[in-house]
């Protein structure tokens, strides 16, 4: 294999990294029912501001305001967020982190 080839193998995989006071979160499924178990149409969907974080910027892993890590479980205000098309997956999202409102957490 060349070394062009390999290069170009190498280089067509990517990855998403927020930078800045930013984190990466995929959204969780938009809901097809209600909690009362009412089956929703296709084209009603219960829009959803939760997700899960995939990456955290630099700057925010660094900074102890910010109690938010990757894989932690998120309520976020989707207003400025902004979708990242990768993949074909229009779930993701780099959302700046003051737009992160809670984190859930297990109670001990």
């Known amino acids: 294999m060349s070394e062009d080839t390999s290069k170009r193998k190498a280089s067509s995989f990517e990855t998403v990294e927020p930078i800045g006071k930013r984190v990466l979160i995929r959204k969780d499924e938009d809901k097809k029912q209600t909690k009362s178990g009412i089956h929703l149409p296709d084209k009603i969907e219960i829009p959803t ?6 990456a955290v910027s630099a700057e925010v ?3 102890t305001n910010y109690p938010i890590e990757q894989y932690d479980r998120v309520l976020f205000n989707p207003k400025e967020a902004i979708p990242v ?3 074909g997956d229009n779930r993701l999202f780099v959302v700046p982190v003051e737009n992160v409102v809670a984190v859930f957490r297990k109670a001990n």
């Open 49 to 54: 501001i939760t997700g899960r974080v995939v």
């Open 61 to 63: 892993a660094s900074d």
């Open 85 to 87: 098309d990768f993949e």
